[in-house]
């Protein structure tokens, strides 16, 4: 699986939207970006996720740069349940595949009131 | 949907004694569940790669014998830690993924196990 780099910590301010990137600059054709974050002492949670286009679902959007090097997520409205450890994880999606996901350190989002 | 649950949420033991975790997929089946454990501040780690009918993989410098895993049916997998130490005291979660879909995974609200 390609290796990710994302920064390690970010505050936001209640209400505004945060922007989370991701670089993935050795991602191959055929790997997806996904995303999952972790509320302290909980297990993750499953985001979004996206091979080439753009995508939005009720809680995030995940935007891909054009030669899929890098990513951001964007929380639009980022409320103060948004603090959490946020993981971009890049992987093959195949549906017969037992790939386990890969977590590097993440970036830790603070969202302040 | 998509729902995960782990049991116990949390379970204290005294060295030397076997602990039983189990995950279930409550609302779809999973051929392959995934155990992780994670120490304070740090991410977390894969330990195994369950699938439901045969032996488990394990990662590199996961001890097959003290961590037994158990994945005997397509909603059901359990992790034994045997001979539990202070050294295991960790954040184990499970993660499962659903055997029709598109390769995301969905994880178990942890078990935090502390051996004294």
């Known amino acids: 699986d390609a290796k990710t780099t994302q920064p390690p910590s970010m505050d936001c301010a209640e209400g505004r939207a945060a922007n989370l990137p991701c670089n993935h600059s050795t991602i191959s054709g055929n790997e997806y970006v996904y995303w999952y974050r972790q509320i302290h002492s909980q297990g993750p949670q499953y985001i979004i996720h996206g091979l080439k286009n753009n995508e939005t679902n009720e809680m995030a959007s995940l935007i891909i740069t054009e030669d899929r090097k890098s990513s951001t997520l964007i929380l639009p409205h980022a409320t103060l349940r948004d603090t959490a450890v946020y993981y971009c994880?890049?992987?093959?999606?195949?549906?017969?595949?037992?790939?386990?996901?890969?977590f590097g350190k993440g970036t830790s989002l603070l969202v302040t009131p | 949907g998509a729902v995960v649950s782990q049991h116990p949420s949390w379970v204290i033991c005294k060295s030397g004694t076997s602990v039983k975790i189990e995950c279930r997929s409550l609302d779809f089946q999973a051929t392959t569940m995934f155990w992780y454990r994670q120490f304070p501040k740090q991410s977390l780690m894969l330990m195994a790669t369950?699938?439901?009918?045969?032996?488990?993989?394990?990662e590199q410098g996961v001890e097959k014998d003290k961590f037994l895993i158990n994945h005997a049916s397509l909603t059901l997998s359990t992790l034994t830690v045997t001979s539990a130490h202070p050294e295991d005291s960790s954040f184990y979660i499970c993660?499962?993924?659903?055997?029709?879909?598109?390769?995301?995974?969905?994880f178990g609200p942890g078990t935090r196990l502390t051996v004294l």
């Open positions: 993660s499962a993924r659903p055997l029709a879909g598109g390769g995301e995974q969905f």
């Open positions: 994880i890049v992987r093959v999606s195949n549906s017969n595949s037992g790939y386990a996901l890969n």
């Open positions: 369950s699938n439901e009918g045969s032996k488990a993989t394990y």
